[in-house]
C-alpha cells in the first residue's frame, strides 16, 4: 500500500479533493480526512453537540451543512485535541485509531494519528501544526499503480506547500508540532489564513 497526503487551508479545499478522489474510482473507505472544526462552515454543530455528549445527529447535520461530506467518507466524528481543539477526523483508517464514542479522542493523540495513517514522522509535526493552524489534512490509501492518480487530483485543489509553509512558521520561532499549545480560536484561524491569501 501507498499513502498520499495533502494538507487544505480550508475543509472545503479537502472536500473538492475527496469528491474527486471518489469520482476516480477511490474508496471512501481508503480515504481519510483530519480537519481542524474552529472552522466557520461547521464550528457550531460541534460547540452543540459538546453540550449534548451525543454527536451521531450533528455529525450528520455538519456532513450536510458542508456540502455532503459525510457521504463521501465513512465514520465522520468530532473530537477534542489536545493543542488543536476540536477536530473533525472521518475514514476507514481513521476509524481504527479512534478510541472512545461520541466526543472522545484520538489515540495518541495528532501527532499518532497522522503517524497511523503513514505519513512519515518528519511530515507529521508539520501536518498537525497544519491542522491546529486551521488546516484540512486528506490522507489516501491505495496501492502503488494508483498513488500517481491519487496525487495529481489532491494537487489540483491548490495543496498547501508544507514545506515552505513550515519555514515560514520557522522564522516565526515555530519548532515543532506541541500539543501543549493552546488551540486557535476561530479569529486566529481566519487570521493565519490571512497571510497566505493566493
Known sequence: MKTVSALFETVSEAQRSIAGLTKAGFLPADINLVANAGD??????FNEAGKMHDVTEHVTEAGTAIGGL??????LSFFF???VGPVLAAGGLLASLISGAGIG?????VLGTIAGLGVPQDDAHTY???I???GSLVVVQTTEERADAAQAILSQNHPIDVSTRANRWRESGWQNY?????????????AERGLYVR
Do not use: K
Open 40 to 45: 466557520a462552515d461547521y464550528a457550531g454543530h
Open 105 to 109: 479522542s484520538l489515540a495518541g493523540g
Open 70 to 75: 459525510g457521504g463521501l467518507v465513512v465514520g
Open 128 to 130: 498537525a501544526e497544519g
Open 132 to 134: 491546529r493552524r486551521g
Open 81 to 83: 485535541i489536545p493543542g
Open 178 to 190: 506541541d500539543e501543549s499549545a493552546p488551540p486557535l480560536t476561530r479569529e486566529q484561524i481566519e
